[in-house]
Nanobody, 120 residues
Framework: QVQLVESGGGLVQPGGSLRLSCVAS????????MHWYRQAPGKERELVAT????????NYADSVKGRFTISRDNAKNTVYLQMNSLLPEDTAVYYC?????????????WGQGTQVTVSS
């Protein structure tokens, strides 16, 4: 079955950096676009970044453009989110997502999330 496992979250000061990783299994990773979402307390889950199966193009939420970079290594079945110049408003649980064709249906698959806290 599809599994997505995020890691790399933690506590960081404003202006700092973190790199999140999401290791995928149970599907042919190189065939699918991958997404990073985040959900802050009391807010809806929002799309942060998307990368196609080949690595280009990429798309970002306006709030993270120029600060975050999504990338992937298809040989390692891993998608990354490099987060620089972090702000307190980036505090959230970050999730990776893959929409995978299973049988005749496309299903949304989520990881368990990794907490990112930006605070001094």
């Amino acid at each position: 079955q599809v599994q997505l496992v995020e890691s790399g979250g933690g506590l960081v000061q404003p202006g700092g950096s973190l790199r999140l990783s999401c290791v995928a299994s149970g599907f042919i990773f190189s065939r699918y676009a991958m997404h990073w979402y985040r959900q802050a307390p009391g807010k809806e889950r929002e799309l942060v970044a998307t990368i196609t199966n080949t690595g280009l193009p990429t798309n970002y939420a306006d709030s993270v453009k120029g600060r975050f970079t999504i990338s992937r290594d298809n040989a390692k079945n891993t998608v990354y989110l490099q987060m620089n110049s972090l702000l307190p408003e980036d505090t959230a649980v970050y999730y990776c997502k893959a929409n995978v064709l299973t049988g005749r249906a496309v299903t949304a698959n989520w990881g368990q999330g990794t907490q990112v806290t930006v605070s001094s």
